[in-house]
C-alpha cells in the first residue's frame, strides 16, 4: 500500500513570500547542494545525524551527487520527497524540505526542514517555519502530518516504537 493516494501528484514548484520557491531536488543541484550542507555540517549533524546518519563529516561531491539522485528517484516513484528551497535565480541552495512516510507509529508523514547556517533565525527561515505546515495541510493529502524537530524533538522521535512494514498507511 503506497502512503498517499493513486493518481495524486506531488508540486513541482511551490512559491514563498520571500522570493524563494521550493521544487524537487536533482541530481544536477550538487554544485549548490553540496556547500550548502557542508557550510552547514554541524548544525546538520546534530539534527539529522542520530536519526539518518548524515551529514557524513567526508561528504564528497560523487556521494552528493548520488543521494540527490536516490532522492530525485524517489520523487518520481512519490515515495518520499526532498525539496530544494532555492532563491529566485537558482544561485543558491537556502535549505531543504522533506515529506517523507512515517517510520514512526502515530502520524501519516513526517516532515522536517532546515536552513543553511547564515540563514538561521533569519527572515527566510521564520518565512519557511510559517510556510511549510500551511502548505502541507492545504496541498498534501495527509491527515496526521508530524513536524519532526517542531511538534517533538528528534530524540523523542527516535524513542517512539516503529512502524511495522504491514502497518504503513
Known amino acids: 500500500m503506497t502512503w498517499l493516494p493513486e493518481g495524486?501528484?506531488?508540486?513541482?514548484r511551490v512559491e514563498l513570500p520571500t522570493g524563494h520557491h521550493l521544487r524537487p531536488i536533482h541530481p544536477d543541484d550538487t554544485p549548490l547542494d553540496l556547500p550548502a550542507v557542508r557550510g552547514s555540517r554541524e548544525r546538520l549533524w546534530s539534527i539529522y545525524g542520530a536519526a539518518w546518519g548524515w551529514p557524513p563529516a567526508d561528504l564528497?561531491?560523487?556521494?552528493?551527487r548520488e543521494d540527490l539522485q536516490y532522492h530525485w528517484d524517489e520523487a518520481q516513484r512519490q515515495s518520499s520527497f526532498n525539496y530544494a528551497l532555492l532563491d529566485a535565480e537558482e544561485t543558491e541552495l537556502v535549505g531543504c524540505v522533506y515529506v517523507?512516510?512515517?517510520?514512526?507509529?502515530?502520524?501519516?508523514?513526517?516532515?522536517s526542514?532546515?536552513?543553511?547556517?547564515?540563514?538561521?533565525?533569519?527572515?527566510?527561515?521564520?518565512?519557511?517555519?510559517?510556510?511549510?505546515?500551511?502548505?502541507?495541510a492545504e496541498v498534501w493529502?495527509?491527515?496526521?502530518?508530524r513536524?519532526?524537530?517542531?511538534?517533538?524533538?528528534?530524540?523523542?522521535?527516535?524513542?517512539?516504537?516503529?512502524?511495522?512494514?504491514?502497518?504503513?498507511?
Do not use: K, M, N
Not at 493529502?141 to 502530518?145: C, E, G, K, S, T
Open 8 to 12: 495524486w501528484q506531488h508540486p513541482s
Open 113 to 136: 526542514w532546515w536552513v543553511r547556517e547564515e540563514h538561521v533565525g533569519g527572515p527566510v527561515e521564520a518565512a519557511l517555519d510559517a510556510f511549510v505546515p500551511q502548505w502541507v
Open 100 to 111: 517523507d512516510p512515517p517510520e514512526r507509529v502515530g502520524a501519516d508523514a513526517e516532515i
Open 147 to 169: 513536524y519532526v524537530g517542531r511538534d517533538l524533538s528528534w530524540q523523542e522521535w527516535l524513542a517512539l516504537p516503529e512502524i511495522e512494514a504491514s502497518e504503513t498507511p
Open 141 to 145: 493529502p495527509l491527515r496526521a502530518p
Open 60 to 64: 564528497t561531491e560523487e556521494q552528493d
